[in-house]
């Protein structure tokens, strides 16, 4: 296998799965449209049946790609030489701690099947492809009588694990590159601990002003908040986030505190808070993108799962019916 063929899961072997799925789809199509099966196609004339048990045992393939994906050994993605070892943040912005997990797992998920050694890759392709065209064999399948029943549910049971799959796609193909923009070399760690320095720092700046500016300082730096709720870092926001609105009214209280230094003070101070909301809003950036990158492996392997169930209802309560 040579450099190019490598290189990714989309043009796995040139095209191979993508070739190999197009066959099965036009062959299914033709043959829907021109085969005699009677006058309303349904799952259970002889076209019926074979679309219905290939698309099935598609399905295994493809739910057995995931036992593939961990027999498969990998390569571990080690971290970028951290530089605070395990420094604790003591007092400072607020990070859920269970990110750590995910953005571990995000990076690694970046260098995992999507360029690993061939088997996986050809796994993924075939996944891929063979998972798109179940969309065409199933729905011929069914014959496009569809009701409310279980039949039914295992059909909308198979889309919603595709759609989640498209969406697992487009995220390992976009947001990799974008984390790695973000980040550069850095961590999530090293971007706290500078953090916590600065809220430090800010603290000190602040202790010959007024009462009124301690007071933001201290909100910045106990109410800051990075990860939190799924709904909260795939936002990758926190609502008047106390770092950012101490930054804007420390500008705008520069102009009432002319006496002495305190001018200057408050232009070291402002310093200090917007490179510290530079800072949260790279972590937030980070940890919004490697949840994007992970949450909806939690709907498509459950669905999937559920999947198998529903698609085992159905085939029974065939067999039983009939
Ligand atoms: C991914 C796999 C499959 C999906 C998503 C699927 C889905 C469906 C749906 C939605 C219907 C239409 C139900 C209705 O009329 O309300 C149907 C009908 C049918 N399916 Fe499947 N099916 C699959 C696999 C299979 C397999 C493996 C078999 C046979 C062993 C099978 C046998 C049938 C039969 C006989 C019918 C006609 C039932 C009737 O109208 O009375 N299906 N299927
Ligand atoms: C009925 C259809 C499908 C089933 C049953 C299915 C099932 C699975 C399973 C069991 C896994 C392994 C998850 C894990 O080990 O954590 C997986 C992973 C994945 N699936 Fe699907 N899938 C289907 C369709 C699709 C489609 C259509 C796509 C894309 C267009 C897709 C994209 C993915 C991706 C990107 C992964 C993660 C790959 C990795 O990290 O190694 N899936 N799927």
Redesign the pocket.
Known sequence: MNTTQRSGVLNFMHYRYFKLSSMLMVAAIVTYVLAPVGDEP???TWL??V???V??L??LLLLWYGIARRRTPRVRYQRPHPKNGGHKQAGSVQPDFSLRRWEDRGRHLAKDAWSHGGTLQGWLSSHIYLGAS?IV??TL???F???W?V??L??VL?LLVIASGFYGMYAYLNYPRLITLNMGEETLDDLLHKIAELDELARIHALGLPDEVNALVLKARQETRLGGSLLRQLSGKQRNCPTISAARQILQLGSKYIKNEQPELMRDLYAVLLRKERLVLRARHEIKLNARLQFWRYLHVPLAVA?LAA?LA??VA??F??
């Open positions: 349904y799952g259970g019926g049946y679309l219905g048990i698309s099935a598609i399905v179940l064999l199933a399948h069914t014959g009588q569809f009701g029943d039949h039914t295992s059909y198979m999947l698609l159905h085939v065939i067999l019916y009939w």
